[in-house]
C-alpha cells in the first residue's frame, strides 16, 4: 500500500469546498494556525480525522482500506462487540424488570394498606 500524504489530500477537498479557513477550525474546534498544520501533516490522528471527514463530507479513510476490498492483515469481527454489547442490554432489561416488579408489588401493599386504614393518604390529609 502506498504512503497517503493525508494532510494534502485534506488541504485538496478543503480548497474545492470553497469553506473559509476560520469556519473550518472553528467547526474542527481548534485555530487557524493548526489547520495549516494538518495540512502538512503525513499522519493524523483517527478522531480528528474523523471530525474532518464529518466536517467537509468527505470519507477521508478510503485511503486507507485496500482497493479490492481485501484485508492486509487480521481484523477483529465486531461480532465479539456487538455479542457483549447484547449480552449487557439484556443484564439491563433483567435489572429493570425486577425493579418494575418491586415497584408494582410497592404499589399494592400502599394500596392494601391504605384501604385497611394503616396508610394516611393524601386524601386523608388536613
Not at 31 to 60: A, E, M, P, W
Not at 63 to 68: G, I
Not at 72 to 87: I, K
Amino acid at each position: 500500500m502506498e504512503v497517503v500524504e493525508i494532510g494534502q489530500k485534506i488541504k485538496a477537498v478543503f480548497d474545492n469546498r470553497n469553506m473559509k479557513l476560520t469556519d473550518f477550525a472553528d467547526e474542527l474546534g481548534t485555530v487557524r494556525q493548526n489547520v495549516y498544520r494538518i495540512f502538512k501533516k503525513r499522519h493524523v490522528d483517527t478522531g480528528l480525522l474523523l471530525k474532518i471527514s464529518q466536517v467537509l463530507g468527505y470519507n477521508f479513510f478510503q485511503y486507507f482500506v485496500p482497493a479490492d476490498g481485501a484485508s492486509s492483515g487480521t481484523q477483529a469481527s465486531p461480532s465479539g462487540e456487538v455479542q457483549r454489547q447484547l449480552e449487557l442490554s439484556k443484564k439491563e432489561i433483567e435489572y429493570l424488570r425486577k425493579i418494575i416488579k418491586l415497584m408494582e408489588e410497592k404499589a399494592d401493599l400502599v394500596q392494601q394498606l391504605s384501604k385497611d386504614g394503616i396508610v394516611a393518604t393524601s386524601r386523608d390529609s388536613p
